[in-house]
């Protein structure tokens, strides 16, 4: 079974910055699609970020300028910088990983973006 578990997540002023980190149990090869998602109560999970295995990014419009995926194969973690984050940006962040054979999520964590 492979566990993802992310960090980062906290309580920031809007324009503020943060940086999440998930950390796979599981050796992470660069051929992997792994990406970022969120969900705020009420609706359905949503895209942020994904890298494939190329190194190719894409992005939510919504997010596009200010947040950045990257990849550590070495360290096993994948990452999303958040930058000029907005109050509408606060949901729970999951990162998600396709090994190929299975699909793992992490257990989430919290964003607020508030004054």
């Known amino acids: 079974q492979v566990q993802l578990v992310e960090s980062g997540g906290g309580l920031v002023q809007p324009g503020g910055s943060l940086r999440l980190s998930c950390v796979s149990s599981r050796r992470i090869f660069s051929i992997y699609v792994m990406g970022w998602y969120r969900q705020t109560p009420g609706k359905q999970r949503e895209l942020v970020a994904v890298i494939n295995g190329g190194g190719d990014t894409n992005y939510a419009d919504s997010v596009k300028g200010r947040f950045t995926i990257s990849r550590d194969i070495a360290k096993n973690t994948v990452y999303l910088q958040m930058n000029s984050l907005k109050p509408e940006d606060t949901a729970v962040y999951y990162c998600?990983?396709?090994?190929?054979?299975?699909?793992?999520w992490g257990q989430g964590t919290q964003v607020t973006v508030s004054s």
């Open positions: 998600k990983v396709d090994f190929g054979s299975l699909v793992s």
